[in-house]
């Protein structure tokens, strides 16, 4: 199953390298990097991932679906039956639904200040032991961490462009619930955000790469202390005409072991509740498509999709895996 999975990742990076080198040496130079183009933006669910002339606003809104439905210990699937012969309950599958909402501001063409805030919905579908009482489902819903950001574009010639980003998390979400650590609404800390994000354009495609970062420093008042939560990723788009583009992009995420634990969540009861069980890495293939209204009454209007399907996850210890991410989005710049 490794070897499999293994051959399989490295498909898809040695393809999707040619791909993007093929595009990018075949393709005559664009004059000068653009937004105003359906590739102007990354895929939807890339943050911070472009900035904005003085003076220019933008709104926008992403729906972010996210669904698991199995445990993994490394990345070798475990049996629903085999961790509850050491724990009372584990979770069967859990849906994450999340309304994110952004707004962007630029005081000069080279700095944008950005901030977001989410809106997130967690439901998780426990099974118990035999012994151990029937099945149910656990809920937490509320306000997520709000994040404040700059932006600031220090390259932006040859078609080209690069802006770092730096700002901080606000503790909005809740941590106090009597359910794993990733049913938590926040990190209950003020979190570092760091990033870099490359841009490119050709005549009819688009390349970007972008490696960002969260970071925690200190135990929040539930006495634990989230990992680091890194993303390298990259992405090309193939502009069809001047309203339409379909995207390709490859993410790698890493997320760090939490330290402390969570006094009122027993590590005995069930794996989520465990804190040596939120670590590993995953990397995600996915496909979006971004429409841009370039005149009319809509004009400045951005509609976007993408999805995300995990071709490879290496877990620390049994823990719920992801089965894939939808994504939605709408944006106006004005």
Not at 83 to 105: C, P, R, S, T
Not at 115 to 122: E, Y
Not at 190 to 211: C, K, M, P, Y
Not at 224 to 252: C, F, K, Q
């Amino acid at each position: 199953m490794k070897s499999q999975i293994n051959n399989r990742y490295t498909f898809f990076r040695l393809f999707g390298t040619a791909l993007l080198l093929l595009c990018f040496i075949t393709e005559p130079l664009y004059s000068q990097w653009t937004a105003a183009r359906p590739d102007g933006h990354a895929p939807i669910g890339v943050h911070a991932e472009h900035t904005h002339h003085k003076g220019e606003w933008m709104i926008g809104y992403k729906y972010f679906m996210t669904y698991s439905d199995r445990h993994l210990d490394g990345n070798s699937e475990v049996p629903l039956s085999n961790i509850l012969d050491n724990y009372i309950m584990a979770g069967q599958d859990m849906m994450m639904h999340m309304h994110m909402f952004e707004v962007m501001y630029a005081t000069s063409d080279r700095l944008t200040l950005m901030l977001m805030g989410d809106l997130m919905f967690h439901n998780m579908n426990h099974a118990h032991a035999p012994g151990f009482g029937e099945d149910h489902s656990h809920n937490t819903s509320g306000l997520g961490d709000i994040r404040l950001s700059g932006l600031y574009m220090f390259y932006d010639r040859n078609n080209q462009r690069m802006h770092t980003e730096l700002g901080f998390t606000i503790p909005t979400g809740r941590i106090d619930y009597f359910e794993g650590y990733d049913m938590q609404l926040g990190s209950g800390t003020v979190d570092l955000i760091s990033g870099l994000t490359w841009l490119a354009q050709r005549e009819r495609t688009s390349f970007g790469a972008q490696a960002s970062g969260q970071f925690s420093f200190y135990e929040n008042s539930r006495n634990y202390r989230r990992g680091e939560r890194v993303n390298a990723t990259a992405w090309s788009g193939y502009v069809i005409n001047d309203w339409i583009s379909p995207l390709i992009r490859l993410s790698l995420n890493h997320t760090g072991a939490i330290s402390g634990r969570d006094p009122n969540l027993d590590p005995s009861i069930d794996p989520a509740r465990n804190p040596n069980f939120h670590s590993g890495q995953q990397v995600d293939a996915g496909a979006g498509l971004n429409v841009y209204l370039r005149e009319g009454r809509f004009s400045g209007v951005r509609l976007a999709l993408e999805f995300l399907y995990p071709i490879y996850q290496n877990l620390d210890d049994p823990q719920m895996a992801n089965r894939f991410t939808g994504v939605f989005g709408v944006q106006y710049a004005f």
